[in-house]
């Protein structure tokens, strides 16, 4: 997919071109992986303080506009 998610950025120089929320090191999938082991945002949060909550809602915002707007299976 070569859309651009706000608030994440990609740059081969920071994590090897892994996807991180912008203005940090801090990967996108590790939010990920907190919320698929049935980690509370709030400690995801409190355990990367250097992600704000406006930018991980503005991440899920944009991921749950792709899903509802995605073709259905066909």
Do not use: Q
Request: glycine letters at 8%; zero cysteines; aromatic letters at 6%.
């Amino acid at each position: 997919m070569n859309e651009s998610i706000p608030g994440v950025h990609s740059d081969p120089d920071i994590l090897g071109g892994t996807p991180v929320f912008v203005g940090t090191r801090v990967p996108v999938r590790a939010m990920l992986d907190y919320l698929e082991h049935n980690h509370p945002l709030a400690e995801f949060l409190d355990d990367f303080p250097t992600v704000n909550r406006a930018l991980v809602i503005g991440v899920i915002e944009h991921f749950k506009h792709v899903v509802a707007h995605a073709p259905a299976a066909g």
